[in-house]
């Protein structure tokens, strides 16, 4: 009886054996598995509801100044041109509306929707929304950050604007014109940005190195 129970407590010890390192290779593997499939970190600098709204009323308003102008344009052509003679103040009037309604107010509307936007930061680079597209801008393209400098006449320390070497929007090069004097894509970064510091700080350390590079 003794030589049986030693070789069942023999096998049990086995068995145990067995399934534990059962348990901790699976153990090993789920965990290697996670750390792999583990998403990048991506930091969300955003600001506050405000500006959103601010952002939104900018962008209805670009909207509603082109089809008020197109609605204003189709009226006027219909009373001026249409069996009737041509006169010059009729067509300056015509393209006053368009340039007015159709050009110049939705880029104004648009320049000030964006001029401050929400930036998301990862291992990449920096990724920001303009209208319905989003952006990407790769450390390495980063050129400058300096403290703006609207038109040249003072400099506002609350406030910063990144010259980039990226393929951004003509209204990007607007804010580098009017901001840094230059006319190339640039962010502007205010400090009421969430972690404005650690932003700062980071595109910083990117500008170092690209400057190094050079």
């Known amino acids: 009886m003794r030589g049986r129970k030693g070789k069942f407590r023999l096998a049990s010890a086995c068995w145990k054996l067995v399934l534990s390192r059962r348990f901790y290779s699976r153990s090993i593997i789920r965990f290697s598995v996670g750390i792999t499939l583990k998403p990048q970190m991506t930091k969300k600098h955003t600001y506050g509801l405000i500006y959103k709204i601010t952002s939104f009323f900018f ?3 670009s909207v509603v100044s082109v089809v008020s102008g197109l609605f204003l344009l189709y009226v006027h052509i219909n009373y001026f041109f249409v069996g009737k003679e041509v006169a010059m103040s009729s067509v300056l009037f015509v393209i006053g509306i368009f340039l007015a309604c159709i050009i110049w107010s939705p880029v104004a509307f648009v320049f000030m929707a964006y001029l401050l936007t929400d930036i998301d930061i990862d291992e990449k680079g920096l990724s920001l929304q303009f209208l319905w597209k989003r952006f990407s801008v790769e450390w390495g393209e980063f050129s400058s ?11 506002n320390k609350h406030s910063y604007i990144v010259i980039v070497n ?6 990007h090069r607007i804010y580098g014109l009017i901001y840094s004097g230059a006319y190339r894509p640039a962010i502007l970064i205010h400090r009421n940005i969430r972690d404005y510091d650690m932003l700062i700080k980071d595109i910083s350390v990117k500008v170092k190195k690209n400057l190094k590079k050079q």
């Open 166 to 171: 990226s393929k951004l929007t003509f209204i």
């Open 145 to 155: 950050i300096k403290h703006i400098k609207p038109f040249g006449l003072f400099t």
């Open 59 to 61: 962008v209805t308003m």
